[in-house]
């Protein structure tokens, strides 16, 4: 296959041009060719159609986004959010608005509600959430608590379990800023915000130094999932040789932490200075990890398995919160294609090749600082854009049928709502065409979801997501429940059972004019059940058989 480079040569100086210098033939037009003649032999290879997608990439720094847009496939790349685009790519999130106002051809590369995962304490509450109820197969997260909310939780677990060690970590913050470690609550201020997770202290080590594993997720639609793993990432290692954290060296960020904007400052750090050699330096290619696994009596298979597990497994327990507002936002998108996002999962390994889920990077860095950093983010771009099959044909479609609806409007011809048999029909046709490409132009990529020897336990995955969160949240609409605690002892241990009735006056609690009614004429059961959603939100195994009904029965 011709890589990159190659083939971005052979577009602009021509195949006879390629040709001998594949061949090792001399070229007499060895002097350096004008401005102008590349742009002739450029525009003399250029892909049919090409000028008329244009790629807007005001918002991002990366100048490696707009050499590959302009010179290898060779779209029209704009600074101007007045002039129509068909691709967005922009480093900064983005809002429902900016969303809801996208045509339906138009794409962008990232979700409008992505902050579910790259937010450490909103992953560390959708996942904890997932574990009281799947203790076995989301244990790939640390115990992890956010403060000051749960503050007196974790002054227990600190009492309880002396001696293990703790790392605290900003709620909104990238590149290890703000990161350290401590042993007991004591050392916090109680009014902090912050994620607090159990320090993983046996990790799997490479050449005595500890280190991560940047992975590479795209997931390209949200309702239903569509998740694909690169197959090619980054290892960044330490500076220093890892130690057992003890009070001596727990503030030495060389050795429990391996950001790579923390420890390039260090005076132990090797720069890779060759793109093919992969094994040297403190940032390393993903598949020598693999290989140095196999040769040290590690089964790289079953980790890559056990990954993979992990990422899918992440998504479910946000699905519903991707999904609610592209719906909403977007109801006409049956291709379910307007939204992608490269996400860089942080991934650590212990000594008994267990992955553990560090965090979820919403915009990874695409700088490149070493040639081994420039190979493979330009091709995890290159295989990115190929895979979104950005074709015209799309905006011509969409600008006929538009005028289809004025010229009928205009006439005063009222336009029939699509069925949902119609739109079922539109969907599925979409999807098999859309899973035909892929197939062909995958390139680096892996498909890891949907995956259908496991779509079963998936789904029970987002079923229990889905009611969690609109639960949590207030968008189930239900029959208001009274609620009153009844204090049992059971073991020496007061806890509290609950007895669920319906209300004896269904008609004191109906809302009789679109005014809120004063807080005397409110009747004492909805204080009471609101006080009690109050204090019971934040734990909810206890009242499971209140708020789960549904989930009852599934397994």
Avoid at 255 to 273: C, D, G, M, P, Q
Avoid at 415 to 433: G, S
Wanted: proline residues 5%.
């Amino acid at each position: 296959e011709m890589c990159i480079r190659d083939r971005y040569q052979r577009r602009v100086h021509g195949k006879q041009w390629y040709q001998r210098r594949v061949h090792g033939y001399t070229d007499s037009e060895e002097e350096p060719i004008s401005a102008y003649e590349v742009q002739c032999r450029m525009n003399a290879w250029r892909p049919k159609d090409s000028l008329k997608i244009v790629v807007n990439v005001l918002n991002t720094q990366y100048s490696l986004v707009r050499r590959i847009v302009e010179e290898i496939f060779c779209y029209r790349t704009s600074a101007s959010l007045r002039e129509e685009w068909d691709l967005l790519w922009t480093d900064t999130g983005i809002t429902l608005e900016t969303f809801a106002k996208m045509k339906t051809y138009q794409k962008i590369n990232h979700f409008p509600s992505m902050n579910c995962l790259s937010r450490k304490d909103n992953l560390g509450k959708n996942l904890m959430r997932m574990r009281r109820y799947f203790p076995e197969d989301y244990d790939f997260v640390p115990p992890t608590w956010h403060l000051p909310n749960e503050y007196g939780d974790f002054r227990t677990q600190c009492t309880q379990s002396k001696g293990r060690t703790y790392i605290v970590k900003p709620e909104a913050m990238s590149q290890g800023k703000g990161i350290y470690l401590i042993k007991s609550h004591e050392e916090l201020d109680i009014g902090e915000h912050c994620v607090v997770q159990r320090y993983v202290s046996n990790p799997y080590l490479i050449d005595g130094l500890k280190f991560d594993l940047r992975l590479y997720v795209l997931i390209y639609g949200c309702d239903p999932l569509r998740l694909y793993l690169y197959n090619e990432g980054l290892a960044r290692l330490a500076t220093e040789e890892y130690e057992q954290p003890s009070r001596y060296n727990m503030k030495n960020v060389y050795v429990h932490l391996t950001n790579y904007a923390i420890n390039k400052r260090s005076e132990n750090f090797v720069f890779n200075t060759d793109e093919d050699e992969a094994d040297t330096g403190h940032k390393r290619s993903l598949s020598f990890v693999w290989s140095y696994i196999d040769s040290h009596g590690g089964d790289s298979k079953e980790l890559q398995q056990k990954i993979k597990s992990l990422i899918v497994k992440t998504f479910c327990a946000v699905q519903p919160q991707l999904a609610q507002p592209y719906r909403t936002s977007q109801p006409n998108d049956v291709e379910n294609n307007m939204c992608f996002e490269i996400l860089g999962f942080d991934i650590l390994v212990d000594s008994s090749l267990n992955p553990w889920l560090l965090e979820v990077n919403h915009s990874p860095s695409f700088s490149t600082d070493t040639p081994f950093d420039y190979k493979i983010k330009e091709e995890l771009i290159y295989d990115t854009i190929k895979l979104l099959h950005l074709d015209p044909s799309t905006k011509v479609k969409y600008k006929q049928e538009r005028d289809r609806e004025f010229k009928s409007r205009a006439l005063g011809r009222t336009t029939l709502k699509m069925t949902k048999e119609r739109r079922k029909a539109l969907r599925d046709k979409a999807m098999e065409a859309r899973d035909e490409y892929e197939l062909k132009n995958l390139g680096r990529y892996t498909r890891i979801y949907p995956d259908p020897q496991l779509e079963a336990k998936h789904s029970n995955f987002i079923t229990i997501a889905e009611n969690l969160w609109e639960e949590f949240f207030g968008y189930k609409k239900h029959v208001t429940l009274r609620v009153s605690l009844k204090k049992t002892s059971t073991s020496n241990i007061q806890r509290h059972s609950l007895i669920v009735e319906k209300p004896r006056n269904t008609k004191r609690l109906t809302r009789t004019s679109s005014k809120v009614p004063a807080k005397e004429e409110l009747p004492k059961t909805v204080y009471k059940e609101r006080n009690f959603q109050r204090q019971t939100m934040e734990d909810p195994i206890e009242v499971e058989d209140l708020i789960f009904p549904k989930a009852k029965g599934i397994f």
